[in-house]
């Protein structure tokens, strides 16, 4: 049976609220991706722009995650810079993502810029399917995103 698997790094709480919205509807595993040295809120602005900028890989937590277990993945990433957050690079580095089916979330506050063309560089080998940005910055609403979330999953 196809196994599923909710990745994601978050920073602020929202991607992981949507990553928990499409574990809860789909069954899927979720893993956390987290770092050794996590970004604070009082410099991630400059850091970040840094790591991107340079393609720096931050040291990711060491886990148990069993990634080959796994036939379908669905990787989220908040919006930073107008692309993906480095963490993600650090994870997709050492997982390769050949022969698996792939969908990429993201949340931001307007301005999705490259991200999933962007990601899809990194998915050399991998089956993607359809990409969608969740908008979580003045007056959204977790409604709308659950009801974005479900339609994106049925289609
Ligand atoms: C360093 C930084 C850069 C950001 N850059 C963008 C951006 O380029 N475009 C955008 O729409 N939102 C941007 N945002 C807003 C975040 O994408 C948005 O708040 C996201 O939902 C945060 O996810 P999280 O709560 O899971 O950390 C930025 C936020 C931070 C902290």
């Known amino acids: ?3 599923s698997l909710v990745i994601y790094y978050s920073l602020q709480g929202h991607t992981k609220r949507v990553a928990e919205m499409i574990s809860s509807k789909t069954s899927a595993d979720v893993f956390r991706i987290e ?7 009082g410099t991630v602005l400059d850091v970040s722009k840094q790591h991107i900028k ?3 890989k931050p040291i990711l937590k060491s886990s148990n995650l069993n990634f080959d277990d796994y ?4 990787i989220g990433t908040p919006v930073w810079w107008y ?8 994870f997709l580095q050492n ?12 949340t931001h506050a307007g301005a999705n810029g490259s991200t999933f063309t962007d990601l899809e560089e990194l998915t050399i080998g991998a089956k993607i399917r359809e990409p969608r940005g969740f908008y979580t910055y003045e007056n959204f609403s977790w ?10 999953l049925d289609e």
Do not use: C
């Not at 692309?83 to 650090?90: D, G, K, L, M, W």
């Not at 409604?143 to 994106?152: A, G, K, L, S």
């Open 54 to 56: 340079n393609q720096y």
């Open 83 to 90: 692309t993906y957050v480095a963490p993600i690079r650090s």
């Open 1 to 3: 049976m196809s196994k």
């Open 143 to 152: 409604d709308t995103i659950e009801n974005e979330v479900n339609n994106w």
């Open 35 to 41: 770092l050794e040295e996590d970004y604070n809120l």
């Open 95 to 106: 997982h390769s993502l050949k022969g698996k089916t792939v969908r990429f979330f993201s």
């Open 71 to 74: 036939d379908h993945i669905i």
